[in-house]
């Protein structure tokens, strides 16, 4: 190989706090795995906005390349499902978390955390996804595993113009759901409905607790939110309601009560897409080029920036600036 260094950002602790810096490295500076990845493009999920910022406790190792998801191509592996010269991507496995990410021009990882780039789907428009839209598919895929179907109702999506909401109005709207976006920012309304969303849900009532009932609104949910949004979530949900819940943007805690399960007959379903087993990703992302309009991905994605960019533009994405997807061109 002809290139001998390459650009990635690092993240150090000094006197407990994050400095983050793009420095020059070489080959013999990444981790010892079986797989080197060329990295065309990642992206800047919430969870790598509060790491490059050091606001929240994601980062279990020091010095990291953050980046909880790439893209790119094989340039060697030792791993036999994997070929040279493949179009890969990467989400979850706690990579940019515990391990070396995608804030990087090159990087090696297991093998085994790599999926083949499903045809039709270039490294650009897979990072356009993300983690984030990854996850609004698995949350899609739990609705319905658990009987909603478009005749179920309307379905709720909270933070509605982040990453995950995002993505998941865009798939429920093309799935034939009737699809209602929450936001609480007015200038975002008209990108949700763009995305599909019949209607846009807003309202002080969503920063106060609910009561432990409220009116019954809605057959499914996405809750991207947390705390007292996925409280008065729980509390409107139809009779055998389903809520698949995959964020905490704000908050971790859930003040709500157990009457929702007991005289409703409520699920609530956690979502995980870190540690999914390797064939329901291959299965997730197959079936995300089939039922995510790739069109709306231009709109989806609201910025464009380098690596020496992504620290400012995670620190906007953590003020709420943003709407949709931020995509890294790493090089």
Same mark, same amino acid.
């Given at each position: ?20 810096? @793009? ?30 910022? +050091? ?8 010095? &990291? ?81 658990? +009987?909603?179907?478009?005749?179920? +109702? ?8 982040? +990453? ?6 865009? @798939? ?134 380098? &690596? ?24």
């Amino acid at each position: 190989m002809s290139v001998q260094t390459f650009n990635a950002m690092l993240l150090r602790e000094e006197d407990r706090k994050t400095k983050a810096t @793009i420095e020059t490295l070489s080959f013999d500076a990444l981790p010892n795995e079986d797989t080197l990845v060329k990295i065309d493009f990642s992206t800047i999920n919430f969870k790598d906005a509060l790491a490059v910022t +050091g606001t929240g406790k994601i980062v279990k190792t020091w010095p &990291l390349v953050p980046g909880v998801d790439f893209a790119g191509t094989v340039v060697e592996t030792a791993n036999p499902n994997l070929d040279v010269g493949q179009k890969v991507v990467l989400t979850g496995w706690s990579v940019g978390e515990k391990y070396w990410g995608g804030y990087s021009q090159y990087q090696r990882v297991r093998g085994d955390w790599l999926v083949p780039l499903p045809a039709g789907l270039s490294t650009r428009q897979a990072m356009m996804i993300g983690t984030a839209g990854f996850t609004g598919m698995l949350c899609v895929n739990a609705l319905e595993a658990a +009987g909603i179907t478009p005749q179920s +109702g309307p379905v709720l999506v909270t933070g509605a113009a982040g +990453g995950v909401g995002s993505v998941a109005v865009a @798939i429920l709207s093309k799935l034939g759901y009737h699809v209602s976006a929450l936001t609480g920012n007015p200038a975002k309304h008209d990108y949700v409905k763009r995305l599909g969303a019949q209607e846009v849900i807003d309202g002080p009532e969503w920063a106060e607790p609910p009561r432990a009932l409220e009116a019954q609104r809605w057959a499914a949910a996405i809750d991207t939110v947390g705390s007292k949004v996925l409280a008065r979530v729980l509390a409107e949900m139809n009779y055998g309601g389903v809520v698949a819940a995959c964020g905490l943007a704000g908050g971790a805690d859930l003040p709500t009560t157990v009457m929702p399960f007991i005289l409703r007959g409520v699920k609530l379903i956690g979502v995980d897409s870190v540690m999914l087993p390797s064939k329901e990703r291959i299965n997730a992302w197959q079936r995300i080029v089939r039922d995510l309009p790739l069109s709306v991905l231009d709109g989806i994605t609201s910025k464009t920036v380098a &690596l020496a960019e992504v620290r400012d533009a995670a620190a906007d994405m953590l003020a709420g600036k943003f709407q949709g997807r931020v995509l890294v061109d790493v090089n």
